[in-house]
């Protein structure tokens, strides 16, 4: 469930950055490496659970997705844009609980 709300809110978001203008402040490049490693991230949430291939790949897409939002709480923050932090911590905070729970908890089996 979490994984899934990951993979939508995250494959949404990176749509976004790929294929709207980036802010005045922000270089286009960067902003299409933030939506391709957004929807890289939403794959990888789901893909190799589903397909059961290279199942240790949801982890690791769940720690990306963790980095990802540190990085947007730094952002956000160090440009006072104090509206997005509590999306950012909640964001980082799932995506830290699939990393673990994917590690250790419930590794999800292969083929």
């Given amino acids: 469930m979490v994984q899934a709300l990951l993979a939508l809110m995250f494959g949404m978001v990176g749509v976004i950055n790929l294929t709207t203008e980036p802010p005045p402040d922000m270089p286009e490049a960067l902003l299409r490496v933030i939506g391709v490693a957004e929807v ?9 659970g589903i397909l059961r291939i290279k199942t240790w790949l949801t982890p690791l897409a769940a720690v990306g997705l963790f980095v990802i939002m540190v990085l947007a709480f730094g952002h956000h923050a160090t440009r006072a844009e104090w509206m997005s932090v509590p999306m950012d911590v909640v964001l ?20």
């Fill in 40 to 48: 890289a991230g939403a794959l990888g949430m789901l893909l190799p």
């Fill in 92 to 111: 980082g905070a799932l995506a830290a609980f699939v990393a673990w729970g994917r590690f250790k908890k419930a590794p999800l089996a292969g083929r």
